[in-house]
């Protein structure tokens, strides 16, 4: 009686009412559970702004430097150049004519000469058959033979070439053994026509044709090694 006497005098225990546990599982619901032990705010968004100028990529870069244009020296140098590259084969192309008629000429005169040795000191009566055909003939190749040469010599030369063994240094030494050996047949021409009656002239005769052969030969290389290089 006491104990219960006690528990009146304390008051009567609440008990939660239904409204009050569905209104607790209703809140229990709308709030999420916390992660990691505390709640977590979503951040705010951030105010859209215009995209800025797209900037360019690494890789967008020009392997070549762009081209400088040419200044006014540089276009006239090009004009020069081609200027005299059109002269020297204009030149060249003569100089190419030219040397069939050296050829011509020179084999012609080589023949007569021949024949007027061999007229003069070879048995035949020394009747001067060929003396006068022999001349022209060699004068003419004299005159041929140098406006040829100078067709070369005066083309002019844009570029520049290293100095090396092939087709073109053979023929220019050819023509120098050959250029060598037609001054050398004019000297002895005349000196050969000036002893008329001595013995020497023979001498000067057969030094004239020996010459003679070996200029024709030399010109014959240089010709051949430009033709069929």
Avoid: C, W
Avoid at 81 to 86: A, F, L, N, P, W
Avoid at 117 to 146: E, L, N, P, Q, R
Avoid at 181 to 188: E, K, S, Y
């Amino acid at each position: 009686m006491a104990f219960l006497a006690l528990l009146l005098a304390v008051g009567p225990v609440p008990t939660p009412s239904l409204l009050s546990l569905r209104e607790a599982a209703a809140l229990a619901q709308a709030t999420p559970p916390a992660q990691g032990g505390a709640a977590q705010q979503q951040p705010a968004s951030k105010p859209e702004t215009q995209p800025s100028q797209a900037k360019p990529s690494d890789d967008d870069f020009n392997l070549l430097a762009p081209e400088k244009k040419p200044d006014a020296a540089a276009l006239a140098t090009q004009a020069r150049i081609q200027s005299e590259t059109r002269r020297r084969r204009t030149m060249l192309q003569l100089h190419q004519i030219g040397g069939f008629a050296t050829l011509a000429t020179m084999t012609a005169t080589v023949v007569l000469g021949q024949l007027n040795y061999m007229d003069k000191y070879g048995g035949g009566g020394d009747f001067g058959t060929y003396k006068t055909a022999h001349s022209i003939s060699a004068y003419t190749t004299a005159a041929v033979f140098t406006a040829t040469g100078l067709l070369a010599f005066l083309a002019p030369n844009p570029f520049e070439k290293p100095l090396r063994v092939d087709t073109a240094t053979m023929h220019k030494a050819s023509m120098i053994v050959a250029t060598a050996g037609m001054a050398t047949q004019i000297i002895l021409g005349i000196a050969t026509a000036g002893k008329e009656g001595t013995v020497a002239q023979r001498d000067l005769a057969l030094a004239h044709q020996i010459v003679g052969y070996t200029t024709l030969v030399a010109t014959y290389t240089g010709f051949l090694v430009l033709t069929f290089e």
